[in-house]
């Protein structure tokens, strides 16, 4: 009953999590603005990195979780990246 309830909500936060990743994907490239466009990016990691999460806890494997944790990790820095490029326009000082 645990496991079939588990492979459920597994599915449905998968389905959730590709269509947020859709919406996200819609807005990168149609994004009227650099902010909305690195703000969809940003969602896109984020959702991305779920993702990952929720077929680690489907398969039942650690491995998901180490990739998870990288795409949280460059993601972060990556959005910080583009937010100093924005307010700035470089993102290494001279």
Do not use: H
């Not at 449905?12 to 999590?17: D, E, G």
């Not at 690195?38 to 039942?60: K, Q």
């Amino acid at each position: 009953m645990n496991m079939m309830m588990l492979s459920w909500a597994s599915s449905f936060a998968l389905i959730a999590f590709a269509l947020g990743i859709l919406c996200a994907a819609i807005r990168l490239v149609g994004g009227p603005t650099a902010q909305d466009r690195v703000l969809a990016l940003d969602t896109l990691y984020a959702n991305g990195m779920l993702t990952v999460l929720t077929l680690g806890i489907r398969f039942g494997s650690s491995v998901y979780f180490d990739i998870a944790l990288i795409i949280a990790l460059f993601g972060f820095v990556g959005s910080a990246a583009m937010a100093k490029f924005l307010l700035r326009g470089e993102v290494i000082e001279p």
